[in-house]
């Protein structure tokens, strides 16, 4: 299966520290990409990592993959309350976008 | 908002309705999808369009159509449904079926089969 699997799947920190959720798949990626998810609401595109980058940032955000262990990890730093929200990570191959199950996150203020 | 309006937000519906989900962009894709999303499930890809044309149906059963009258507007005519179709439902886009670039998602019509 292609589909990303997070981990952990439930995260509760308080405001001001980092939070740290993986993703682990099972077959060759394109491209791997993380959304996020506010309650009741769609999926909102955060960041892409191609196959061959193993590190890249997006304010912050960063995002690491390692091909060789089939995983990628989503750093937020210094949160705050407004990053409580499902964080979805989306393998990308065959020309299809597989979404794991998500990971809640809440950002205690 | 992300450029992509799913009406209606709410919808219930007793299993003997007809109703239709309605998903327009106007970002130029050339790409839409329709993904369900159950509590404690991943996001389940139900149909994709790419140019008009439906290119992937994921075994969805009969009592889901889409249509799809051009590459900015995307349907899914619900009759008969039961209520285990109670969920999410997530209309994306993309500027192609390759999702290099990621995907534009909807709000969402949460769906209640009654």
């Known amino acids: 299966s292609q589909q990303g699997e997070e981990d952990p799947q439930a995260l509760s920190i308080q405001e001001g520290e980092n939070a740290t959720m993986n993703c682990s798949y099972k077959?060759?990626?394109?491209?791997l990409q993380w959304y996020r998810q506010n309650s009741g609401r769609g999926l909102v595109h955060l960041i892409l990592i191609r196959s061959n980058e193993r590190e890249k940032h997006s304010g912050r955000l960063r995002v690491t993959l390692d091909t060789s262990k089939k995983s990628s990890s989503l750093l937020i730093t210094a949160s705050r309350a407004a990053d409580t929200a499902s964080y979805f990570c989306?393998?990308?191959?065959?020309?299809?976008?597989?979404f794991g199950k998500g990971n809640q996150v809440v950002v205690i203020p | 908002e992300t450029g992509v309006t799913q009406t209606p937000r709410h919808l219930v519906m007793g299993m003997t309705n007809k109703k239709s989900l309605k998903c327009e962009q106007h970002?130029?894709?050339?790409?839409m999808y329709w993904y369900k999303q159950s509590a404690k499930k991943p996001l389940e890809l139900m149909f994709v369009y790419n140019f008009k044309e439906q290119t992937e149906n994921n075994s969805v059963p009969s009592r889901f159509s889409p249509e799809c009258p051009n590459s900015s507007h995307l349907f899914l005519h619900l009759h008969t449904l039961q209520p285990e179709d109670s969920a999410l439902y997530l209309c994306?886009?993309?500027?192609?079926?390759?999702?290099?670039?990621?995907?534009?998602f909807g709000s969402g019509t949460r769906l209640t089969v009654v």
């Open positions: 970002l130029g894709h050339n790409a």
């Open positions: 994306a886009s993309s500027q192609r079926v390759d999702p290099d670039y990621g995907y534009t």
């Open positions: 989306a393998t990308s191959g065959n020309n299809r976008l597989a």
């Open positions: 077959t060759s990626i394109n491209n």
